[in-house]
């Protein structure tokens, strides 16, 4: 889209003009990490830390108006880093028959932008927290759960620029029976919840599952039989609240109602 000097349809009663030539600049990254594997105590954690700076000959500037964004170059020198710091960590404990692995990462970058024919940096800080565990209960039963936690904040020295956060939290899980040898049973959900400012705007709990029955007889060519159900607590939207460098998006999701679907697959 950014070859094209015309207005483009980028949304719902909204334009996008670019007129730039193709960019240039330099960068340079730099990576160093740390793996620790104890195999005899199946225990196993990482940690990286990476930085990068661009430079860039020309800068973007937005003109913005009612429905039209338009994207000029300017002949301006400016920067733009990146520091990430991240682990990962995972133990296996025998005498439960689990699996419990743990995450965080954090992000901060910074950027010089151009809007209305004004100059200003903005910042963007970026926090995520994981955990899964994977509980081998019983022979015929399978959990799984993971969960994560994000908060990002930016800010900017922009004149009248409000300092914005949202955070979300997203959830995982699923149960899995296998009450007889070639039947298996699935349950997964989804949990998701947007907070922006404090104010907690979104959330949904979405459900789906399926009954599979494999046949062995070669005679059937391995025939599969699955029974799905998919959106099993029938929620119609959600939508999901980003932040990230002086730009707030709304990104709004419709879903299909509660579906039941039946399906066969075989080998020729």
Known sequence: MQVFGGQVLSGYRNYSAYQTPLLTGNSQTWDAGFDFKKTLWAL?????????????????????S???????????????????????????FYSLNTTLAIGANFTRS?????????????HNNVMKYSASITPTIFDWLDIKFSG???????SSNA?????????????????????????IIDID????????QGENLSSAFL??????YNFQNPKLHKLQLQ???NNLKNVRNYEIINVSSNITSVNRYLLQPRMLLLSAHFDL
């Open 44 to 64: 196993f954690a990482n940690i990286d830390l990476s930085y990068s700076r661009n430079k860039n000959y020309f800068m973007d500037s937005s003109v913005i």
């Open 66 to 92: 009612k429905n039209t964004t338009t994207v000029i170059a300017v002949p301006i020198d400016n920067y733009s880093d990146n520091i990430s710091l991240g682990g990962n960590a995972s133990k296996y």
């Open 110 to 122: 910074g950027a010089q932008q151009m809007q209305n024919a004004q100059l200003f940096s903005t």
């Open 148 to 154: 994560s936690y994000t908060k990002n904040t930016s």
């Open 159 to 183: 004149e009248g620029y409000i300092k914005q956060f949202n955070s979300q939290w997203n959830e995982n899980s699923s149960i899995i029976f296998y009450p007889l040898k070639n039947l």
């Open 189 to 196: 959900n989804q949990y998701l919840k947007s907070i922006h």
């Open 207 to 212: 459900m789906n599952g399926y009954i599979r």
């Open 227 to 229: 029974l799905s159900c």
